[in-house]
């Protein structure tokens, strides 16, 4: 079975400065990695994924996300954090089979919290 | 493009009544789509994935005939929450997944908030 672990509940940053947010995974094969972002009554929106090659993976909005094989890892990260990216933030996993529909693993989520 | 909608975005009804709600690709084709369900401060969980042509497939501890699942065309999917209580109030958001596509990527519509009173 997929897992997907945001250890934080919240994150506080303030803005300017670089913002972490942590997700480890778990599963048997391959991982294709998702990071979304929600803001309040609203779904989800994609920011970036992981499926293969560098593992650093740029996406939406200056985020980037490094995939730590050895760590299973795949925090999120943005070297100057923005009051506007407050919001809601998704990590989620699947694992890679081909030609089948994919279920999705979020995990808890990690509210940022971008401070003046 | 990868536009999922949703409607209505937010649904008020009384205890007893069913509630439609629809997910629609709006430019892409969607042979699969999926419903999740939100709770407050909570993350997502997957309800059911919705075959167009075919039968839904439920999550362990969803009713099927609760939640009935329709997915009659490749652009949209429809969620009927029936004879809805107020434990079935949440944030119902639905994600399609375009037909062909590569990693099987997901596109998220922006949510239903229902109510039941």
Known sequence: AQSVAQPEDQVNVAEGNPLTVKCTYSVSGNPYLFWYVQYPNRGLQ???KYITGDNLVK???GFEAEFNKSQTS????????LVSDSALYFCAVREDHTGTASKLTFGTGTRLQVTL | ???VSQHPSRVICKSGTSVKIECRSLDFQATTMFW???FPK???MLMATSNEGSKATYEQGVEKDKFLINHA???LSTLTVTSAHPEDSSFYICSAQPAGSSYNEQFFGPGTRLTVL
């Open chain 1, 46 to 48: 994609f920011l970036l």
């Open chain 1, 59 to 61: 996406g939406s909005y």
């Open chain 1, 74 to 81: 795949f925090h999120l990260k943005k070297p100057s954090a």
């Open chain 2, 1 to 3: 493009g990868a536009v």
């Open chain 2, 36 to 38: 999740y369900r939100q």
């Open chain 2, 42 to 44: 909570q993350s997502l």
């Open chain 2, 73 to 75: 065309s490749l652009t």
